[in-house]
């Protein structure tokens, strides 16, 4: 398993909330219903906030 920052676990964890409200929203709009998008939104924003987040895997 990846090891993520404190910062990054924490954006992950705003975004599951966000999700099981149903105010989740994806780059176009639509809500979000995958626990995976979920995560992946998270991630993303802890990147852009500079927080460790390690290279995808292929």
Known sequence: MAKYS?????KVE?????MKEG???TGTGK???SK???VAIGLS???KEGAK??????
């Not at 404190?6 to 924490?10: H, L, R, T, V, Y």
């Not at 705003?14 to 966000?18: D, F, L, N, P, S």
């Not at 987040?53 to 292929?58: A, H, M």
């Open 23 to 25: 105010e989740l929203k």
């Open 45 to 47: 924003q802890a990147k």
């Open 36 to 38: 995976k998008q979920a």
């Open 14 to 18: 705003e975004a599951m909330h966000e």
């Open 6 to 10: 404190k910062k990054a676990s924490e």
């Open 53 to 58: 987040v390690p290279k995808k895997k292929t």
């Open 31 to 33: 809500k979000v219903t």
